[in-house]
């Protein structure tokens, strides 16, 4: 029967409003202020683990999503009812719409292609050339050893992991780039820190000499073993087609800069930390100094330096490069028991799940040793390479480069960090650290 009091205006009630998530008491645009990490971390404190967080500019909340299972739901059981939201406004711009930035159908034919690149038995076949980049810095920090300078850490690291990617994507081409150009035209790559603007119309100009070659290539008809060269000759599974110029220009642009950055900050943080834990750099030392150095591991080489990879593992804990992964809903979904209406934006922040206080113990603690024993990917509470089919394609690459770095570097010196203070965090697009990293190179031996 209907109630009396709308039986006179003929209206239906209104479904009642939906229960929703604490609103935090601050408003921000997540990554988009300067000061967004230490706010977020505020807001985590103060609101659990499913809650929202007014962005002024767009004037709608952003749900932050920091619950495990919700994450799990987010990430890969229901992962098809999220598209990436503003993460992908943000870098469409320089990435055009290659694997990072693309949804659907695109997405999933341009991973299928790219993923065999990273298979472990793929990526052990860079180890020269990895190998090769690694010496050529070893060299250069000899010398500033010898002179006793200190090195920079954030500029070195970002030069060599450039180096890296480039040589693993256009092999001794990256040289005729380099005579084409009469320069190594990614140098702005390293030297423009900023992504504005102006940064993606530079960096997209570069389309035009990488389209030459791509177009020298399919002349010479000559199958190449590097990254290009394996986009070059990869297939639709369906339908049997190459990749077009466009796509193949854009894929190469998203290695470019997704290669390169986040590992760079990876290292950074590596580099930091040790020099702030003698135990474990000791630690560390031993377990280099027990086997003999060789180039050109194995892939499961690298693996079998576990405390060298648990070091890793760790500063990726405490500091992902990829501090906050962003994501819209397509259709609406029930998080924590609340039902999220379609066309939401929320973020998952490895940052904050791989600091809950309810997962790790000691979770601000540098403990490299909780690795050792223990992985805790199953749980969804370790994230730095997100998770489910979206999960980083660069994965191993990312791990096999990283490990030979450190293990390589760990042998010769001890870092020690000049200015020192507590390290302050620069939360853009990556985490990185706000001040120079400079830091002496004390030999070991
Ligand atoms: C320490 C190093 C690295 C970290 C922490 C890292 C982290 C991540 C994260 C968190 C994502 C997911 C982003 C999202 O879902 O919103 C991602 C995606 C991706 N990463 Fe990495 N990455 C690293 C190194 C690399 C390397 C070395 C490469 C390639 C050479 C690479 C290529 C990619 C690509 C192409 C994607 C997009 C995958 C897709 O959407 O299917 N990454 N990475």
Known sequence: MTPDHLQHTGTRPSPPALPLPPLARDEFDVGETPDSLERLVACARESGDLFRIHAPSRGSDTWVVNDPADIKRVLVTNHRNYTKGIGLDRVAILLGNGIMTSEGDTWRRQRRMIQPLFHRGVVERHAKLIDDCTDARLERWRDSAARGEPIDVPTETSELTLDIVLRAIFGDDLDWLGERTG???????????????????????????????VARRRAESEERPDFLGMLM???????????????????????????????????????????????AESRLHAELDAVPERRGLAYEDTEALRYTQAVIQEALRLYPPGWVLT???????????????????????????????AHWPAPDWFRPERFLDDDPRGRWIYIPFAAGPRHCVGENFAMYEMTVHVA??????????????????????????????????????
């Open 183 to 213: 320069a190594n035209p990614f140098a702005i790559v390293t030297a423009e820190p900023e992504r504005n603007l102006l940064f993606a119309y530079r960096f997209r100009s570069l389309s035009r000499v990488i389209g030459e070659l």
């Open 233 to 279: 000759a990869a297939r639709d599974r369906d339908t049997g087609a190459p990749m077009s110029d466009r796509e193949l220009l854009d894929e190469v642009m998203t290695l470019i800069v997704a290669g390169h950055e986040t590992t760079a900050a990876a290292l950074n943080f590596v580099w930091y930390l040790l020099s702030q834990h003698p135990a």
């Open 327 to 357: 994501r819209r809903t397509v259709e609406s979904d029930v998080l924590s028991g609340y039902t999220i209406p379609a066309g939401t934006d929320l973020i998952v922040s490895p940052y904050l799940i791989g600091r809950h206080p």
């Open 408 to 445: 390589r570097v760990a042998r010769r010196w001890r870092l020690e960090l000049v200015d020192d203070g507590p390290l302050q965090l620069e939360a853009a697009i990556n985490l990185r650290s706000r001040q120079a990293l400079r830091m002496n190179l004390l030999p070991r031996h």
